[in-house]
């Protein structure tokens, strides 16, 4: 038993030696083992949070747009479905100029639930970039961040694109923010969702672009009294005024330089004739 006993402490003051054994000059310790590369190694970076007020604010006449989602507490709301969901948002956002056109009790007559759901109305509940528009145009139409009620037509010719509702045709006119997961374009127009509209609301119309002008025609009758007088073609006949043998080869004006320099020569060689008779 004694012998056991003392075997045991053996171990442990032997055990206790290499255990607090100190390291030798240079020497560092070994990486820990729990420290293995895994799959999600480094973690993946989050995407850079944006401030969609103050994109509204800083990047266009969207003060309207932006006191509409401020009082009906969507601009939190937005955020979250871009930055706290897998699929994004995009955002329509009409000019101040769209809200003006639109006749004062048109929007102040709505409540403020039916106000939420116009401005949401305004989203998808995915973030789509301007090239994803083509492929949106052919499925019909697109459900809205305000549910089923709320759908829109988005139709893309040539570049440009447009979003419908019952009551409105609005086109996409510039992109404020593409970059994932919140895209956010302008639109020249409201637009009003028959959901809330049961009959043409009241709008001013909204001036387009000045369109570029016809070309005019190549030819034909009937020209009017506006059109361009065509272009006379030059005479291949007449030579270049900076053009030396086409200068040999014309014809000497009476009344031009050139011209008087033929009747100058006459004079002095009769003058020299004169003199040389009276000599003789």
Do not use: C
């Not at 171990?11 to 560092?28: C, T």
């Not at 056109?101 to 509940?125: C, D, E, W, Y």
């Not at 270049?240 to 004079?267: C, H, K, N």
């Amino acid at each position: 038993m004694r012998r056991a006993v003392a075997l045991l402490a053996a171990v442990v003051v032997s055990l206790s030696s290499v255990l607090h054994r100190p390291l030798a000059a240079g020497a560092r310790l070994a990486p820990a083992a729990s420290l293995h590369r895994t799959d999600t190694w480094p973690p993946t970076p989050q995407a850079k949070r944006v401030n969609l007020t103050a994109i509204l604010t800083l990047d266009g006449p969207f003060r309207a747009f932006l006191g509409y989602l401020q009082q009906t507490n969507l601009v939190e709301v937005f955020q979250n479905q871009a930055y706290l969901t897998d699929q994004g948002i995009t955002i329509f956002v009409p000019v101040d100029t769209a809200f003006a056109a639109i006749k004062p009790p048109v929007l102040s007559g709505l409540s403020r639930h039916q106000l939420k759901n116009l401005m949401m109305s305004h989203t998808l509940a995915k973030h789509y970039e301007l090239a994803e528009f083509e492929g949106l145009s052919r499925i019909g139409p697109v459900t809205t961040l305000a549910g089923g009620l709320f759908t829109v037509n988005v139709t893309y010719d040539a570049g440009t694109v447009h979003v419908r509702s019952r009551w409105a045709d609005a086109k996409v006119v510039g992109s404020v923010s593409v970059d994932a997961p919140m895209a956010i374009y302008e639109l020249d127009r409201v637009l009003l969702p028959d959901a809330l509209f049961r009959a043409q609301p009241p709008v001013a119309p909204v001036p387009d672009a000045p369109a570029a002008p016809p070309p005019a025609p190549a030819g034909g009758e009937g020209g009017g009294a506006d059109e361009a007088p065509p272009t006379a073609e030059p005479d291949p006949a007449a030579p270049g005024r900076d053009d030396p043998a086409a200068a040999a080869d014309a014809p000497v004006s009476a009344g031009g330089a050139s011209g008087d320099r033929l009747p100058r020569r006459a004079a002095a060689a009769a003058a020299i004739g004169a003199i040389a008779l009276v000599a003789l």
